[in-house]
């Protein structure tokens, strides 16, 4: 089921706010937890997810030297999500070191460890701000292939990119790397803060193995129609 490939974030302030989306999407088997509420609320909201069947990826974005990023990791991997994510920008030390302390806590607290991604290039940076205010001189996708390449090397299971650069990294990269691909718009949503975008359905087709949408569900009039509407865009698409 194409649907099963959508992850909607809980990019709300409050347990009760989360909830209350969970209620309105009871279709969608695929939560991220990320910084604002988990800064906010802690962990509540993963018992409450998994209370009721669902697969979390906890997006926490750690970006820190080797010691303190594994440290992250091992505590993260310990409450038994599905995706955990860390940034590429790290440098293949603290990859390493991440994806080390990832089997170490899953199996402290005796639970399957995440699946761990990189952060290749975030989705609201364009060509010209990674040249003008990040300083990189090489062009964008190349850019992205070598943090996903790094990524692979060190040891973790795949990358978060924008649905522009995944056909390329699923390439380079192999079946086996798994492409998480935020940025997604269908044409009626809103880009908002999102510079590097597809359609859902242009996303699956060059080969993203899961979507996050938020936006355009989580703040739609009704975001259960609005969730509708991408499932009929995507239906036919494995
Ligand atoms: O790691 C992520 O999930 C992420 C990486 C990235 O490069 N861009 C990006 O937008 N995200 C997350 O994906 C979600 C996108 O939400 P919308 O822009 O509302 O669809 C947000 O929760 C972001 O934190």
């Not at 299971?157 to 492409?179: I, R």
Request: glycine share 6%.
């Amino acid at each position: 089921m194409p649907n099963n490939k959508i992850i909607v974030p809980l990019d709300v302030a409050t347990v009760e706010d989360a909830i209350a989306l969970l209620n309105q999407l009871p279709e969608v088997t695929f939560w991220k937890v990320g910084l604002e509420l988990f800064t906010n609320t802690g962990p509540q909201i993963l018992e409450v997810l998994k209370s009721r069947q669902k697969r979390i990826f906890l997006d926490l974005k750690f970006h820190d030297i080797p010691n303190t990023v594994a440290g992250a990791c091992r505590a993260a991997s310990r409450y038994g999500v599905d995706l955990l994510t860390i940034h590429s920008t790290n440098g293949r030390d603290a990859l390493k070191a991440a994806a080390e302390a990832v089997q170490e806590g899953a199996s402290q607290a005796n639970v399957k460890p995440p699946k761990l991604i990189a952060i290749t290039l975030l989705t609201s940076i364009s060509s010209r701000q990674l040249a003008s205010d990040l300083h990189v001189p090489l062009e964008l996708p190349e850019y992205a292939l070598k943090m996903a390449l790094m990524a692979k090397e060190s040891g973790l299971d795949g990358a978060v990119c924008s649905p522009q650069e995944v056909a390329q990294l699923h390439q380079t990269c192999g079946n086996n790397f798994l492409l998480v691909c935020p940025g997604v718009r269908p044409e009626w949503a809103d880009k908002g803060d999102q510079k590097r975008t597809f359609t859902p359905a242009a996303s699956l087709q060059a080969g993203a193995n899961y979507l996050v949408i938020g936006r355009p569900i989580t703040s739609a009039e009704n975001p259960a129609i609005a969730w509708q509407k991408i499932c009929e865009e995507v239906k036919n698409l494995t």
